[in-house]
């Protein structure tokens, strides 16, 4: 009977999922159940991005939360996956505090662990963990592991590491964590496999999607990140407003009486591309209008990614690459073309038909900075960790 690796990422009203199969990770299925608790939809696709599901929820038996969805997937699952089993699952986490620097078997000790950390990441660790705990009672015995978003970046030098508050509020566990570090090691170890002198340099990843944030990374490990405490800071986002000065968070609740919900509310969900543009926070539709705004928008967004490279360079003492990934980095040309221009003086020069195209390497020939692009996979990473996790259990335990 072979083996399926699944892995989860919960969110707030969603759950998405991918099926891995043997070690080879082959992946036989993605998909995912949107909308819990409200109108719940179930999509699936296969590894060719046919549909092999796509149901909706209007009656009383929608389920109602993430154990509910759950099952309603594993029934799924039960219906194509004969003659092989869930043999282990990976769960996204957020948040792994100050601590977890790699991903860890889930026991109920590291399960109350997590629960600890939801202070942290109020918005996004109680679904994480939640998909945890409706895994847990689906697959009662099958090894979960949870990987984090945060673990990648745990090896930043202090100064990376620290906000300029009083110490105290870093041993309180106020640090700058960094996120996104899924994607960020799945892209530094494909380069690391491509060209391994590549992969011991100085790189600069710019994961620019809904989220976005770029890390330097040196010799395989992060360095330094532009998100810091929470994933609002850094570059502008789609809806998130990036770095700010939080002078203007006191105003806004001192001087303007708006509440915490409220600037909270502000900064995540209506700033960014969204907020500067008045438009849409998809760069599809900003690239497709002639609005003076949307135009605004997208040059304020690669001036800010443009101003991130050149600090992240900075901490690196140089670049050998950098890499765009994500959404937006992987597929938006334009802007690649934006953030890029200027940057000659570090030695980053497109191939303006290369860059069009979208090929793995965009920059123009003899330059000094190669410039590439990469699809990153975040599901493919945490089903690798997963694999070398339990491995390295069995040989502990051997
Ligand atoms: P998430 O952070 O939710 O995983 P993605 O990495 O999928 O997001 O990025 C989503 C964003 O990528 C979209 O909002 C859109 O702005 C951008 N994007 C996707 N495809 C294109 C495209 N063909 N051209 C320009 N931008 C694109």
Known sequence: ???????????????KFEVFEG????????????????????????????????????????????????????????????GRRVSSIGHRVVHGGPDFAAPVVITA?????????????PLHQPHNLAGIRAAMEHFPGVPQVACFDTAFHRGHPWEADSFALPVEFYDRGIRRYGFH?????????RLAAEDPALGRGRLVVAHL????????IRDGRSLDSTMGFTALDGVPMGTRCGQIDPGVVLHLMQAEGMTPAEVARLLYKESGLKGLSGLSQDVRDLEASD???????????????????GGMAAVLGGLDALVFTAGIGENAAGLRARICDGLGFLGIS????????GAAEISATATAVKVLVRHTDEERMIAEHVLATLAAGHAAAA
């Open 23 to 82: 070690s080879a990770l082959r992946l036989l299925w993605l998909g995912q159940m949107e909308g819990i608790g409200a109108a719940p939809h179930l999509l699936v696709r296969d590894a060719a991005r046919r549909s092999l599901a796509d149901r909706r929820w209007t009656t009383d038996d929608a389920p109602g939360d993430h154990a509910a969805a759950l099952g309603i997937i594993m029934d799924w699952l039960k219906g194509v996956m004969t």
């Open 109 to 121: 000790a590291v399960l109350r662990r997590l629960e600890a950390l939801v202070a942290l990441a």
């Open 209 to 216: 999607g809904n989220g976005a944030s770029l890390c330097a």
């Open 350 to 357: 497109l191939d303006p038909q290369r860059n069009a195209r």
């Open 291 to 309: 609005r003076p705004e949307a135009s605004r928008a997208l040059s304020y967004f690669a001036w800010r990614v443009r101003r991130e490279i």
């Open 1 to 15: 009977m072979s083996d399926l690796i699944l892995v989860l990422n919960a969110g707030s009203s969603s759950i």
């Open 181 to 189: 570090g899924l994607s960020y090691e799945y892209i530094a170890r």
